[in-house]
T-cell receptor
Framework: SQQGEEDPQALSIQEGENATMNCSYKTSINNLQWYRQNSGRGLVHLIL?????REKHSGRLRVTLDTSKKSSSLLITASRAADTASYFCATDLIQGAQKLVFGQGTRLTINP | DAGVIQSPRHEVTEMGQEVTLRCKPI?????LFWYRQTMMRGLELLIYFNNNVPIDDSGMPEDRFSAKMPNASFSTLKIQPSEPRDSAVYFCASSFGQGSRQKLFFGSGTQLSVL
């Protein structure tokens, strides 16, 4: 079963706007990761946030983690056409083995 | 570094045929994962290896699926016999150290179509 669920499933915004995607999960985790997938390509790691962290930044990306609500958000500021892709959150399980479980993803479209 | 290399990039086969997907992980990485991606089920973890040893194959759908890692630089995923419902994109990924605490590096995937 899926551990992470992204919301919304699809998001379409204008270039220059900010994009926010959310991820909710079910059980306690060690860390949460965000990945990007361009059409027809493999996934690319964006950022990892550990369970004892609340916020992390990487360039135009900002990730937050709220373990009490079992949720995370990915914010992309000043979006560009090249940001058009699917974005996935991935979680592990504190009691589980060393593996990541991916959500269904958010399809982000940046309109020029 | 060349990254994770998968072959073939595309595979079209007929139902009942054997299919072998190949993966070369990044040199030095000690974890290797096989994922399957479909529109209906998203990304599913099929199996993963640590230091060439299969650790968890609970995601392998049926006995028709098998995976091997004979050495640190090569892994195969075999489907025998293949069925139309096996059509999907199969990804191989590798990481270094402590499994889920490290980022995964994905290959470009193999698009499998079973007719």
């Amino acid at each position: 079963s899926q551990q992470g669920e992204e919301d919304p499933q699809a998001l379409s915004i204008q270039e220059g706007e900010n994009a926010t995607m959310n991820c909710s999960y079910k059980t306690s985790i060690n860390n949460l990761q965000w990945y990007r997938q361009n059409s027809g390509r493999g996934l690319v790691h964006l950022i990892l946030i550990r369970s004892n962290e609340r916020e992390k930044h990487s360039g135009r990306l900002r990730v937050t983690l709220d373990t009490s609500k079992k949720s995370s958000s990915l914010l992309i500021t000043a979006s560009r056409a090249a940001d058009t892709a699917s974005y996935f959150c991935a979680t592990d399980l504190i009691q589980g083995a060393q593996k990541l479980v991916f959500g269904q993803g958010t399809r982000l479209t940046i309109n020029p | 570094d060349a990254g994770v290399i998968q072959s073939p990039r595309h595979e079209v086969t007929e139902m009942g045929q054997e299919v072998t997907l190949r993966c070369k992980p990044i040199s030095g990485h000690d974890y290797l994962f096989w994922y399957r991606q479909t529109m209906m089920r998203g990304l599913e973890l099929l199996i993963y290896f640590n230091n060439n040893v299969p650790i968890d194959d609970s995601g392998m759908p049926e006995d028709r699926f098998s995976a091997k890692m004979p050495n640190a630089s090569f892994s195969t995923l075999k489907i025998q016999p293949s069925e139309p419902r096996d059509s999907a994109v199969y990804f191989c990924a590798s990481s270094f150290g402590q499994g889920s605490r490290q980022k995964l590096f994905f290959g470009s995937g193999t698009q499998l179509s079973v007719l």
